[in-house]
């Protein structure tokens, strides 16, 4: 108490002094008194009052107790009363028990009386029964043999409560309505063939299935009863419970995978598209059965049996298992497609369970799939494989019968343009085509393993290609009157490049939305690669038929003969000029760089003959005559390549102009003036080598050997600066094995 007092001083000091802080607050003190005053009062006039309450409270519980103690005092005499009452009444029980056997033996007997009429007309009753069976009065049928039942199941109680250890008599009545069970049984039968053609049922006769539904709920009805009874007795009648609503949903569920298997109609043997058909027939079925389900059945069942919940459960597991079952056989690649297609996008689509009649019952993002993942998994493994398979077969025959049309002896077949192709492109890309359409149809992810497989194998299928082609090539050279249309078919060859390139970027424009996948970008450079070599080598083996026969012609160059007025150039023109009519049949990038390189090797062809040492000038006016020739010749050539050119929007001029160059140093008059003509062309020709130069000099026929000298000597020591434009020509003219030093001579 001195702690909570001094406690409470130091308070009211703390108080007082948050209260007087000031001088003007000395003026309300009285004031501060007064408020403090009646704060107190007000305190103290609350805790008297809690006080009070308190004590009322406790004042009333131990009235309350009181009484309590009171009526337990009154209990213990009732009881005591009661007990002795008990004791005194045992005896008096014990001389009723005659009256009580005589109330269960008259109980038992005013059940038999009761039944005692349904007893006598039991075989009546039970012929009456069959003969509505017969008739297919199935609710009458029930009527008389619940009557039946009712009669067994009651005299049979009451034998069991009479005596539940006489098995004599329950035998005895059992026996007596022994064919019960048989009527039973039959009606049972009578219910599960219409259940088995409910959906026929349905649209035909519905009171029919209404009926067997309220028979099977009066079953269900009775045997909840029994059992209840049976919490209580013990008693349970003979063939009880019946479990007939369990029976109906099993009889729905066989009947629906019957329903399903049996619509098997082909083997693989007999047909091709066995699996589609079979596909498409449960697809219809199921599609149909559900739809009646949802619209007529659910009117004849009550609504607890969510008669449409479990039917789509029943469906949906028989589906499951058969495809499963489907799975599992040796399916071919196209049946595999089949098989998925209709199970990942078929299914849910439209077309079946997304059907706008099931909705919104049922809802397609709630199925569970047919097939697991791993199924799926494994049956697309066996896919790729086999397609793969199938791709590198297909290609392989597609290029025999390719390479079968090559030696035909008429022309290819030419395209809307006029240019020369076969048909190796075309059904190459519709084969990939296909199979590209058909996982499509399955998945997005196929669709691009397939499109990889596809470009994969086309990597490969164009190296096979570009082989086959050289030895084309080589086997004509070895006998250049065979094959017939060797040019045109070469021609055709190389137009398909350009075909396959236009339809591998058309292929993944139409396939691949969103090219992000490195592997796939990273095969187009490698087949464009194979493709232009394959197009460059086509082109360089015409070319080649070109120049072989143009050798003779070519030889000509540079000799006594075209100095005196050879027209080699002009074959040679005509030449070129009609095989080029020909190459016209080529598609432009690759014409395009044919004429360019034709262009350059005929020139080429033309500086080589210049080097060769084939004719020496003897006079200033040889050499004159000499380099106009070369002049009208080089300008000749240049009409004839413009001519060929046209069209490309290139200007190839610069080769020709080689060959006026070297005229022009020919045709110098002047000697003195020789070094520096020749140091203009190396200038601008700087793959011009020493033996060229003395070729070159040799041909001019006037230069001593101590000019030539210096001016080799001159251009050796002389810095060149090498155009970074300059596309080499001389590099590979090749001079023949005579020295730098017998060149001087």
Request: aromatic share 6%.
């Amino acid at each position: 108490m001195k702690e909570t007092d001094r406690e409470a001083v130091a308070t009211a000091v703390q108080r007082v002094a948050g209260m007087l802080q000031r001088p003007d607050q000395l003026d309300k003190v009285e004031q501060y008194r007064r408020r403090e005053a009646r704060k107190k009062a007000s305190v103290e006039a609350r805790l008297k009052a809690a006080i009070q309450s308190q004590l009322d409270g406790v004042r009333t519980g131990l009235s309350q107790l009181h009484n309590a103690l009171n009526d337990v005092r009154d209990i213990q005499r009732s009881l005591a009363d009661v007990s002795k009452d008990w004791r005194q009444s045992i005896n008096t029980i014990e001389s009723l028990k005659d009256v009580k056997d005589a109330v269960v033996r008259h109980s038992q007997l005013a059940a038999a009386v009761e039944n005692l009429k349904n007893i006598f007309s039991v075989p009546e009753i039970v012929r009456e029964t069959q003969d509505l069976i017969e008739q297919g009065e199935l609710l009458q049928t029930h009527r008389k043999l619940m009557d039946l039942e009712c009669s067994r199941d009651g005299l049979m109680y009451e034998q069991y409560r009479m005596d539940s250890g006489n098995t004599r008599d329950m035998t005895l009545i059992h026996g007596y309505f022994g064919s019960t069970q048989g009527l039973s049984d039959e009606l049972a039968k009578q219910l599960w063939m219409v259940l088995q053609r409910s959906l026929v049922t349905v649209r035909r006769d519905p009171t029919l299935l209404v009926s067997v539904v309220r028979i099977i709920e009066r079953e269900e009805k009775i045997d909840r009863r029994i059992l209840d009874r049976k919490k209580q007795t013990g008693f349970v009648p003979p063939g009880r419970p019946k479990n007939w609503k369990e029976k109906m949903f099993a009889i729905l569920d066989r009947t629906v995978t019957t329903r399903i298997e049996g619509t098997q109609a082909d083997t693989r043997e007999s047909d091709k598209m066995w699996l589609v058909r079979h596909l498409e027939i449960i697809r219809k079925y199921v599609l149909d059965d559900l739809i009646v389900a949802k619209n007529l059945m659910v009117q004849c069942f009550p609504p607890h049996y969510e008669i449409f919940r479990n039917l789509l459960k029943m469906y949906h597991q028989a589906l499951s298992t058969r495809m499963q079952e489907l799975a599992s056989e040796d399916l071919e690649a196209n049946e595999i497609v089949s098989l998925l297609t209709w199970v990942l996008n078929t299914y849910t689509s439209t077309e079946m369970m997304g059907n706008v009649e099931l909705a919104p019952e049922v809802d397609v993002s709630a199925l569970e799939p047919l097939l697991s993942p791993n199924v799926v998994s494994e049956l697309l493994d066996t896919y790729m494989s086999t397609l793969t398979s199938n791709i590198i077969a297909w290609l392989r025959k597609a290029l025999e019968t390719d390479k079968k049309d090559w030696m035909k002896e008429t022309e290819p077949e030419a395209d809307q343009d006029g240019y020369y192709q076969t048909t190796l492109p075309a059904i190459v890309f519709q084969m990939f085509e296909q199979n590209l359409q058909v996982a499509a149809q399955i998945s997005e992810d196929l669709k691009t393993k397939v499109l990889v497989l596809c470009l994969q194998q086309m990597n490969s299928f164009l190296s096979r290609y570009k082989d086959e082609a050289q030895l084309y090539k080589e086997e004509h050279l070895r006998n250049r009157q065979h094959p017939h249309c060797y040019v045109q078919y070469m021609i055709a060859i190389i137009n398909n490049c350009q075909t396959f390139k236009e339809s591998i970027v058309s292929l993944k424009r139409k396939y691949l939305k969103n090219e992000v996948e490195e592997g796939i970008s990273l095969s187009q450079p490698s087949m464009d690669g194979i493709l232009d070599t394959i197009a460059k080598e086509g082109c360089g083996s015409l070319l080649e038929e070109v120049f072989l026969d143009l050798e003779q012609h070519l030889s000509e160059l540079m000799t006594k003969k075209w100095l005196l007025g050879s027209n080699a150039v002009d074959i040679i023109c005509v030449t070129v000029e009609d095989y080029f009519n020909d190459f016209a049949k080529i598609k432009k990038p690759y014409k395009k760089r044919m004429t360019a390189e034709a262009h350059r090797r005929v020139v080429v062809e033309y500086l080589r003959a210049v080097m060769q040492k084939r004719i020496s000038f003897r006079s200033a006016e040889e050499r004159k005559e000499g380099a106009e020739r070369m002049v009208r010749e080089a300008e000749q050539l240049r009409f004839l390549f413009r001519k060929l050119a046209s069209g490309f929007g290139e200007d190839a001029d610069g080769y020709c102009d080689t060959i006026i160059a070297i005229a022009e140093v020919i045709k110098l008059t002047d000697p003195s003036l020789l070094y520096l003509e020749v140091s203009t062309l190396v200038s601008k020709y700087p793959d011009l080598r020493d033996d060229h130069i003395g070729a070159l000099l040799a041909l001019r026929g006037d230069a001593s050997r101590d000019m030539k000298q210096t001016i080799i000597e001159s251009l050796e020591q002389g810095p060149t600066q090498v155009n970074p434009n300059y596309v080499p020509i001389f590099k590979e003219i090749v001079v023949p094995s005579l020295n730098v030093a017998k060149l001087l001579k």
